[in-house]
């Protein structure tokens, strides 16, 4: 099976997410979980906003309005089939790296996000999805290979995942801590070069 990096990223956020919500689950379950339902993942909904003359003009011409409001569109980021069940369940590399830097990192990585949270936000209230995008953006940020994926890359497909499994307020939520990490860390590295 051949992945991208924002792939097997997506992959390893969703693996996070469900080791959250099911502990006992081991990351090859939940990678062959996933592979198995690529085309739930695939499905996504896309509808045009109408104004109210388009809607009277709709009304007068008696077209059903879920089908002059949109029509669902496929986005296919996972371009591969699954893994047939005689073939070897292999996990690529980057997802292996993402999530055992994650597990072997994770008290920086989540004290990283604690010291970049505003208000009266912690750790401890984050929704497990929100809480899964960040530590993948951390690890890339803080610990990843900047040559493979810079951390403005990092933050951008933390973006990207959080507008596709998330609302409009965590997307902007987890821009702001991330982008504060990346100025933290591009400082830090600034003062250690000079």
């Known amino acids: 099976m051949n992945l991208g990096l924002s792939q097997i990223r997506e992959l390893a956020v969703l693996t996070l997410y469900q080791e959250a919500m099911v502990p006992e689950s081991t990351k090859e379950e939940s990678f062959a979980y996933l592979l198995a339902n690529l085309g739930d993942l695939e499905d996504q909904l ?29 986005n296919k980021r996972f371009k591969q089939a699954p893994v047939s069940e005689d073939e070897e369940l292999s996990l690529p590399s980057y997802y ?22 505003q208000g009266k936000w912690s750790l401890n209230r984050l929704e497990a999805m929100n809480l899964a995008i960040l530590r993948v953006g951390v690890y890339e940020i803080l610990y990843g290979d900047h040559d ?6 990092a933050v951008d497909e933390a973006i990207h995942l959080a507008r596709r499994y998330s609302d409009e307020a965590s997307r902007r939520f987890i821009n702001g801590v991330l982008s504060s990490i990346l100025a933290t860390a591009e400082d830090k590295q600034s003062e250690e070069n000079h």
């Open 96 to 117: 292996q790296e993402l999530l055992d830097g994650i597990a072997s990192h994770q008290e920086s990585i989540d004290q990283a996000i604690e010291d970049h949270i």
């Open 148 to 153: 493979r994926v810079p951390g403005v890359v």
């Open 46 to 74: 896309s509808y045009e906003e109408i104004d109210q003359e388009q809607l009277d003009q709709l009304k007068n011409q008696g077209l059903p309005l879920e089908k002059s409001q949109g029509e669902m569109k496929t």
